[in-house]
């Protein structure tokens, strides 16, 4: 699959649906101008309406909230392939913050761009539901996670879902866990 998929965001969404040599140079298209945005900037901030949703193709990216008494909750991660908030391009404005917790290559991707993909490349639209879908499974064990697994647990399952999704997208050779304690204690909720 790598040969054949060297984009990214195709060998995730291949994983869903087999896509035509179209949907390729379509995909192709949309990650054409990454950015480099180095560890711990935020890529957009809770109220603000987004113009692009933003891809991932390097790095790790996670969503967030900060709490009433000034601690961070992270509550996802992001990693390449991923599409950080599809859903705000319908909704129009963010409920959390996005922030990059190492250098990351990320593509921006407009209004637009999501409206054209969902209208008129119906495998690619199919395979952006079904990551959506595994998204909030992701999601839902997060949740089990936070509320009923010990925290020792807890982090075995993010290291196991972290390798599985790189894995999936030919990214895990030589991977590291790049998270600081602090970012591990962000995310476990201890």
Same mark, same amino acid.
């Given at each position: ?16 649906? =087999?896509?035509? %040599? ?10 054409? #101008? ?11 901030? /809770? ?62 991707? #407009? ?11 119906? =495998?690619? =639209?199919?395979?952006?539901?079904? #990551? ?17 697994? =010990?925290?020792?647990? /807890? ?14 997208? #030919?990214?895990? /050779?030589?991977?590291?866990? %790049? ?12």
């Amino acid at each position: 699959m790598e040969a054949l998929y060297h984009n990214v965001l195709a060998r995730k969404l291949a994983n869903a649906e =087999r896509l035509g %040599p179209e949907d390729l140079a379509k995909l192709d298209e949309v990650i054409d #101008s990454p950015i480099t945005v180095v560890a711990r900037e935020d890529l957009i901030q /809770q109220r603000e309406d987004p113009e692009n949703v933003h891809l991932v193709l390097s790095g790790m990216v996670c969503r967030y909230k900060i709490l009433p008494d000034g601690k961070r909750a992270i509550v996802a991660l992001m990693l390449p392939g991923d599409i950080c908030d599809l859903h705000v391009a319908i909704l129009g404005r963010m409920d959390h913050n996005l922030g990059t917790l190492t250098d990351c290559q990320i593509v921006k991707i #407009s209004r637009k761009v999501i409206d054209d993909l969902l209208d008129n490349y119906p =495998r690619i =639209r199919r395979a952006l539901f079904w #990551s959506t879908l595994v998204d909030e499974a992701i999601l839902r064990e997060w949740l089990v996670n936070m509320g009923r697994r =010990r925290a020792d647990k /807890q982090m075995a399952h993010l290291f196991c879902e972290v390798h599985a999704r790189l894995t999936a997208v #030919s990214q895990m /050779q030589n991977a590291l866990m %790049p998270l600081t304690q602090e970012e591990l204690a962000d995310i476990l909720g201890v």
